[in-house]
């Protein structure tokens, strides 16, 4: 690669705590959709996901590419079906992002292809109960690890050959979801030893480099165990050694087939968790995997994984993008759940400076009509979310279980009251405000009432100056009608819609 290209690769820019996507020399946010599991593996069937796709306004899709499709026999390559997808993600004008399901996908092998899944002997299974195996390799099989990286670097080489002047390709996610389920821990022979055996030595130096700031769970279990460098999992990490460990095992495996991956051709890499339900314990949901308690554990074992990026189905939609954004970690949402992926959009770009919102199952059945309104609506301000994401000066509206959202912005308090019950079905309450400066701002969204007051209530009373609706094209504003009288307030009915207003204290 020369230097040109190499600086023109799709890339992340850090900048502070400000983190951007930079693709074609340009910060980027994707109005991206993931599409379901099979479909990418034929082009035929790709035609109408495409075309949905399109339709919907997505301008990135999210498509698996398999280790069992790309290397039916060992060390023979077969990347017809890439090409096709890079082809067609062209013709449509689409960005791509590929997920490369090699050893794990949601915690199972069943992506591998048969001349592994057939060799227990060469890639032993993870056990969760001794002697039963499961359908997925274990974390600790050294030939499961070279084979899957020798695949991903064959995929990510040939990825450089066909497509380093076009950047189709923006990012790859390496594998999905991983991690254990069943137990906490998996007891297979290699595992067993791994566990009695002292912690990795890299792992050491992390601990006491980062002493002072480790991730509380992480903190708070090791130095009850004493805060030792050294030792055993059960030694050094006590109550959550088993998880600790899975998370240790795991992301060195990833980050092993990421650094093989990146030393051909080196894109933004990810990995994406399955996230714990209230209450559940590890085994429950996949152990082991990225998730925000263990990742120091994935940081230190696969410095290759540029960030750690969530799958939302759960309802916190908030926390969890809170709970994803740790310095040097990026938003970034490959998974959320289709239904009410029209409203958390707005949390998502606004409040919590994602790179990428995709929906999960894009191509499949549901109603796709108010996602594709939100699309159209948020494209043409998506250059202002770009300039205004990591500035602290625009904020995201969702309607969780609150009847209203308050929050200072611009010198004021604001409150958006939200027009529907929680319960209610339906989109909830949704949108973003932004300060444009000097009292004036944006507020643009659906089903709320947003009101500004003082930030104290000694100085004065906020009178509006003007009030006008209109739409972006481009990141321009449009300006419609100006909003007086009867209309002098910020009302945003069950239409997406979008106001500037000006303020000032009386
Ligand atoms: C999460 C997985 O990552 C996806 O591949 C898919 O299986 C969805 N769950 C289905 O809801």
């Not at 946010?29 to 990418?40: F, Q, T, Y």
């Not at 991903?152 to 380093?164: K, N, P, Q, S, T």
């Not at 481009?474 to 009302?491: A, C, I, K, M």
């Amino acid at each position: 690669m020369d230097s040109h290209n190499v600086s023109r690769m799709p890339h992340l820019h850090r900048e502070g705590d400000r983190i951007r996507l930079i693709v074609d020399g340009e910060p980027r946010v994707l109005l991206a959709g993931e599409v379901h599991n099979s479909s990418s593996s034929s082009l035929t069937y790709m035609e109408r996901s495409w075309d949905r796709m399109v339709e919907i306004g997505c301008d990135t899709a999210l498509v698996p590419v398999s280790w069992e499709q790309i290397e039916p026999e060992e060390g023979r390559f077969d990347f017809v079906v890439l090409d096709g997808l890079l082809a067609g993600a062209r013709e449509h004008g689409l960005r791509l992002v590929l997920l490369w399901f090699g050893t794990w996908k949601n915690a199972s092998s069943s992506y591998a292809p048969a001349w592994v899944k057939r060799n227990l002997a060469r890639f032993p299974r993870a056990q969760v109960e001794p002697g039963v195996n499961k359908d997925a390799i274990t974390c600790l099989s050294r030939d499961a690890r070279e084979a899957d990286a020798r695949a991903f670097a064959a995929l990510m080489g040939h990825l450089r050959a066909v497509d380093e002047g076009t950047h189709t390709v923006l990012a790859v996610q390496v594998e999905n979801e991983t991690g254990l389920l069943g137990g906490a821990r998996d007891r297979c022979a290699l595992a067993e030893a791994a566990y009695r055996a002292p912690v990795d030595l890299a792992l050491s130096a992390h601990l006491l480099q980062h002493r002072e700031d480790l991730v509380p769970e992480l903190m708070t279990a090791w130095t009850s165990s004493g805060a030792r460098a050294e030792g055993t999992w059960p030694e050094v990490f006590g109550e959550i050694a088993a998880e600790a460990f899975m998370a240790w095992q795991v992301g060195s495996f990833v980050g092993a087939v990421a650094a093989a991956g990146k030393a051909e051709y080196a894109l933004p890499m990810y990995a994406n968790a399955w996230l714990r339900g209230p209450g559940q314990a590890p085994g429950v949901y996949p152990s082991g995997g990225p998730l925000p308690w263990v990742r120091d554990l994935w940081q230190a074992a696969a410095p290759s994984i540029d960030f750690l990026a969530p799958d939302i189905y759960l309802p916190a939609f908030r926390d969890i993008c809170a709970e994803y954004r740790w310095p040097g970690n990026p938003l970034f949402i490959p998974e959320a759940a289709i239904a009410v992926a029209p409203a958390t959009v707005f949390h998502a770009l606004a409040g919590a400076d994602a790179l990428c919102f995709a929906p999960f199952g894009i191509d499949g059945e549901f109603d796709w009509g108010p996602l594709q309104e939100t699309y159209r609506f948020l494209r043409g301000m998506l250059p202002v979310i770009l300039e205004y994401q990591g500035t602290g000066r625009m904020v995201g509206l969702l309607q969780e279980r609150e009847a209203f959202q308050s929050f200072e912005l611009g010198g004021y308090r604001l409150t958006a009251r939200f027009h529907r019950s929680p319960e209610a079905p339906g989109l909830p309450g949704r949108g973003l405000v932004v300060a444009l400066g000097e009292g004036n701002f944006l507020v643009a969204g659906a089903d709320l009432d947003l009101s500004l007051e003082p930030r104290s209530a000694a100085v004065g009373q906020v009178e509006f100056l003007r009030i006008e609706e209109g739409t972006y094209e481009d990141g321009r504003w449009v300006p419609g009608r100006w909003l007086n009288g009867d209309e002098l307030h910020l009302r945003l009915g069950p239409e997406l819609c979008a106001r500037r207003f000006s303020v000032f204290l009386r």
